[in-house]
């Protein structure tokens, strides 16, 4: 038995090592760059007249500005020591829950993430919002004849939103089929 619990914490240092290695490489490669192209696009903005052309690198930068928030959010799940769920942020456990629903729908729902998701969310919230969206996942599949579904999940501001929609038919005016 001590053997076995030696070797599980050998493998559980490993992956703690690994996440830090990963964390630190997205931190120092990835976000510095996506930064830099961000700064070379905003000094570029200057220079052109035309407003569409002003307008488009304006949100290019807006977007990469997000993905840098996404990046830094998968950052903090990656070094996120959640008691008893590690390695099942709530990132992980909404991936889950979608790709599940995926087979059962018959199409991959699209998702957007926004926000530190691994680590603002209790773990009591986290439990919520995984059961409210395989619920509503569940209620499209079984009765909305959607072919897409897209599904927003973003925390800001001590609030967190759960957005799912879809293409489907939508309730009969005379309540449940």
């Known amino acids: 038995m001590e053997i076995t619990e ?18 630190r490489d997205l931190h120092d490669l990835a976000i510095q760059r996506l930064f830099a192209t961000g700064m070379t696009l905003q000094s570029v903005v200057r220079l052109v007249e035309q407003p569409q ?6 949100r290019a ?7 840098i928030k996404i990046i830094r959010s998968a950052i903090f799940g990656l070094c996120a020591r959640d008691s008893g769920r590690f390695g099942q942020g709530l990132r992980a456990r ?19 993430m926004g926000g530190l998701i691994d680590t603002d969310v209790p773990a009591e919230i986290a439990d919520q919002v995984i059961a409210v969206l395989g619920e509503v996942l569940s209620n499209v599949a ?19 939103y759960l957005v799912v929609s879809d293409n489907g038919v939508g309730m009969p005016e005379n309540g449940r089929s």
């Not at 030696?6 to 964390?23: G, M, N, V």
């Not at 052309?53 to 304006?58: D, M, P, Q, T, V």
């Not at 930068?61 to 993905?67: F, G, K, M, S, W």
């Open 61 to 67: 930068v807006d977007d990469l500005d997000e993905t």
């Open 6 to 23: 030696r070797r599980e914490s050998a493998e559980q240092i490993a992956l703690l090592e690994d996440r830090d290695r990963i964390a």
């Open 53 to 58: 052309a002003r307008g488009r690198l304006l």
């Open 94 to 112: 909404r991936t889950t829950t979608v790709e599940q629903a995926a087979r059962i729908l018959g199409f991959q729902p699209s998702l957007r």
């Open 142 to 160: 079984r009765h909305a004849q959607a072919t897409a579904v897209d599904i927003s999940l973003v925390v800001g501001d001590g609030a967190l």
